[in-house]
């Protein structure tokens, strides 16, 4: 039986940030990396600051530029293209999760090269192909389509890109 909800001794208590500490505190938190508005409103939460006081912090934030929708939106969906090889739809699903405005979202999209988003999509297609041990043929071509959606590219690609495979 794990022990949810129990006081345990051995784990420090949580530690709050009072007002003044906070401001330096974001400054670090924002100056690291790229950060939502949602995320830095959860960091507040978690350190015992809600309401006025945090969407204040908040304002002061975007007023001395450590906080920006847009510049968050476009290094978000850079990052996840590059590195994880997310399709469109998954990046902008969780934009939408972290409230980034429609606008941003269309900012941020514009960061992937269209020529890169494809060439992406047909080496993904490849290797899943590759790595599916299935004999039946649509079987096989259900899961790398189903594949390829669950990381986020757009059915029509998906299924050019599965089209293309077969003739090579």
């Known amino acids: 039986?794990?022990?949810?909800?129990?006081?345990?001794?051995?784990?420090?208590?949580?530690?709050?940030?009072?007002l003044e500490e906070a401001k330096g505190k974001l400054e670090t938190y924002?100056?690291?990396?790229e950060r939502s508005q949602w995320e830095v409103?959860?960091?507040?939460?978690?350190?015992?600051?809600?309401?006025?006081?945090?969407?204040e912090l908040i304002s002061e934030m975007i007023s001395d530029d450590f906080l920006n929708e847009e510049r968050y939106a476009r290094a978000f969906a850079r990052g996840k293209f590059r590195i994880k090889r997310?399709?469109?739809?998954?990046?902008?699903?969780?934009?939408?999760?972290?409230?980034i405005s429609p606008r941003c979202i269309?900012?941020?999209?514009?960061?992937i090269d269209?020529?890169?988003?494809?060439?992406?999509?047909?080496?993904?297609?490849?290797?899943?192909?590759?790595?599916?041990?299935?004999k039946d043929h649509f079987k096989?071509?259900?899961?790398?389509?189903?594949?390829l959606m669950s990381r986020g590219y757009e059915q029509d690609l998906v299924q050019e890109a599965v089209v293309s495979l077969q003739k090579g």
């Open 86 to 99: 997310w399709g469109r739809n998954r990046i902008i699903q969780e934009l939408k999760m972290r409230d």
């Open 1 to 18: 039986m794990s022990g949810w909800g129990k006081y345990n001794p051995d784990q420090a208590p949580k530690k709050y940030w009072s």
């Open 41 to 55: 409103r959860r960091k507040l939460y978690e350190k015992g600051i809600k309401g006025n006081a945090a969407e």
């Open 114 to 134: 269209p020529d890169e988003y494809y060439d992406s999509l047909l080496t993904q297609a490849e290797k899943k192909w590759e790595k599916t041990l299935e």
């Open 30 to 33: 924002c100056a690291y990396q």
């Open 106 to 111: 269309q900012y941020g999209l514009s960061e």
């Open 140 to 147: 096989k071509r259900y899961k790398v389509i189903q594949y």
